[in-house]
């Protein structure tokens, strides 16, 4: 595993407990988005898959049902704590046709030519060396292979993690530790030419992406479940990882506020942007 990687790895470790907390928040934001992905991509019966950075197994077990009993598919993760509750998902849901394994897609060995898709629902922006990985991944796949993952675009096209944050720093007085585009983060995809020119330089083809914009209505009535879920991820959570009890409280208080400014007519209201991305072998 490369080095910098490990550090991705360890600190998706320690997210895990809480990102596994807040599955209906992570779902609300990523639900969407992934299924255009996976639409885009094309599942169909049969086929082999890979979920690249597969977390908690959500899209893995989806997956499983697009390629049904002749399909299989592989979920990834650098995180064996998402790696057990991606694992537990597929029991309780009776997905045979999946397998999980603890990797670093950056370098481990998906086989050359072995599978037909390639799928990630915002699980392909932490690679140190972002070619590489991608290297990798057009490797293990076959003749007339694809590639289709979800991945954000800037901090300011998504309210839903810009408002928490701004809130937060609001409280602790110090600026977000949000990587720069570029570096490993939920942001280093988000420049469209950036994706192009990463894809290109790891051989793929036919490389699209599409810009969508659009918003997540949350009621008023959950707002305040919402607001805590939003605390628990993100550069928000990292600035609280030393908080006292004084200061989360007053985190909570402030992002409630600043959420509350955006209902209006009943409807928490949020900008949400993502890039939807294919490419061919
Ligand atoms: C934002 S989460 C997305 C999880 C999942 N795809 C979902 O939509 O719920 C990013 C995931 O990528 C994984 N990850 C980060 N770097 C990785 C790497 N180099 N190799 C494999 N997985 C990685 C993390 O452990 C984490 O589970």
């Given at each position: 595993?490369?080095?910098?990687?490990?550090?991705?790895?360890?600190?998706?470790?320690?997210?895990?407990?809480?990102w596994l907390?807040?599955e209906d928040?992570l779902e609300r934001m990523a639900g969407?988005?992934g299924r255009?992905?996976m639409?885009?991509?094309?599942?169909?019966?049969?086929?082999?898959?890979?979920d690249?950075g597969c977390g908690a197994g959500p899209t893995t077990v989806e997956l499983a049902r697009?390629?049904?009993?002749?399909?299989?598919v592989?979920g990834?993760?650098?995180?064996?704590?998402m790696?057990?509750r991606a694992?537990q998902r597929a029991?309780q849901e009776?997905a045979?046709?999946v397998?999980?394994?603890?990797?670093?897609?950056?370098?481990?060995?998906?086989?050359?030519?072995?599978?037909?898709?390639?799928f990630?629902r915002f699980g392909?922006?932490?690679?140190?060396?972002?070619?590489?990985?991608?290297?990798?991944?057009?490797?293990?796949?076959?003749?007339?292979?694809?590639?289709?993952?979800?991945?954000?675009?800037?901090?300011?096209?998504?309210?839903?993690?810009?408002?928490?944050?701004?809130?937060?720093?609001?409280?602790?007085?110090?600026?977000?530790?949000?990587?720069?585009?570029?570096?490993?983060?939920?942001?280093?995809?988000?420049?469209?030419?950036?994706?192009?020119?990463?894809?290109?330089?790891?051989?793929?083809?036919?490389?699209?992406?599409?810009?969508?914009?659009?918003?997540?209505?949350?009621?008023?009535?959950?707002?305040?479940?919402?607001?805590?879920?939003?605390?628990?991820?993100?550069?928000?959570?990292?600035?609280?990882?030393?908080?006292?009890?004084?200061?989360?409280?007053?985190?909570?208080?402030?992002?409630?506020?600043?959420?509350?400014?955006?209902?209006?007519?009943?409807?928490?209201?949020?900008?949400?942007?993502?890039?939807?991305?294919?490419?061919?072998?």
């Amino acid at each position: 595993m490369d080095v910098a990687n490990r550090e991705q790895a360890e600190h998706w470790a320690a997210v895990a407990p809480a990102w596994l907390e807040i599955e209906d928040h992570l779902e609300r934001m990523a639900g969407e988005p992934g299924r255009e992905a996976m639409d885009r991509l094309g599942i169909g019966p049969g086929q082999r898959v890979l979920d690249l950075g597969c977390g908690a197994g959500p899209t893995t077990v989806e997956l499983a049902r697009r390629v049904g009993p002749d399909g299989s598919v592989l979920g990834v993760d650098i995180a064996t704590e998402m790696l057990a509750r991606a694992r537990q998902r597929a029991a309780q849901e009776g997905a045979a046709n999946v397998s999980f394994v603890h990797a670093d897609v950056q370098s481990y060995d998906l086989g050359l030519g072995a599978y037909d898709r390639a799928f990630s629902r915002f699980g392909v922006m932490f690679y140190v060396d972002p070619v590489a990985a991608f290297s990798n991944v057009r490797r293990a796949l076959g003749a007339g292979g694809a590639l289709g993952f979800v991945c954000w675009q800037h901090v300011t096209a998504n309210e839903w993690m810009l408002i928490p944050g701004m809130a937060v720093m609001s409280v602790t007085g110090r600026p977000l530790a949000v990587p720069e585009p570029g570096q490993p983060g939920p942001f280093s995809l988000c420049d469209i030419d950036r994706v192009h020119q990463v894809l290109d330089l790891a051989g793929f083809a036919e490389v699209e992406v599409i810009p969508r914009d659009d918003v997540v209505s949350v009621p008023d009535g959950e707002v305040l479940d919402y607001a805590r879920g939003a605390l628990r991820m993100g550069a928000a959570r990292d600035a609280l990882k030393e908080a006292d009890e004084a200061t989360e409280a007053r985190a909570f208080e402030s992002v409630a506020a600043a959420l509350g400014e955006k209902v209006h007519g009943g409807q928490l209201r949020l900008t949400r942007g993502v890039l939807v991305v294919t490419a061919r072998v």
